[in-house]
Nanobody, 128 residues
């Protein structure tokens, strides 16, 4: 199971960005995928998660209403659409995948040890 992130960039506050997480090595339909981020000098935190069916999503309070997670089964990709970006969103964003039941994102989104595979990360910088 492998995941690779892309899409990070330098943007100004208020702008939007879409991150991609490409997944391979396991049937995509069985995988829940989470997005995490680590800001300089801070611990890594969970941002969002989408269930294997796509029917269940979960978000950190800090990004609710601004970020949207989605998945494309034809491309084996999970997206993180980030709108109204703030300087505090600056971080390295990682995606992680796990083969699990559909309830995973509701109950275990924050549990990093539950995820099977992690990407190297993509850097997002929000600055004027």
């Amino acid at each position: 199971l492998q995941v690779v992130e892309s899409g990070g960039d330098l943007v100004q506050p208020g702008q939007s960005l879409r991150l991609s997480c490409s997944v391979s090595g396991r049937p995509f339909i069985y995988l829940a995928v989470g997005w995490f981020r680590q800001a300089p000098g801070k611990e890594r935190e969970a941002v969002s998660c989408i269930s294997s069916s796509g029917g269940n999503e979960n978000y950190a309070d800090s990004v609710k209403g601004r970020f949207t997670i989605s998945r494309d089964g034809a491309k084996n990709v999970v997206y993180l659409q980030m709108n109204s970006l703030k300087p505090e969103d600056t971080a390295v964003y990682h995606c992680a995948a796990v083969e699990v039941a559909n309830y995973f994102c509701s109950n275990h989104m924050h549990e990093e040890n539950e995820y099977e595979s992690w990407g190297q990360g993509t850097r997002v910088t929000v600055s004027a």
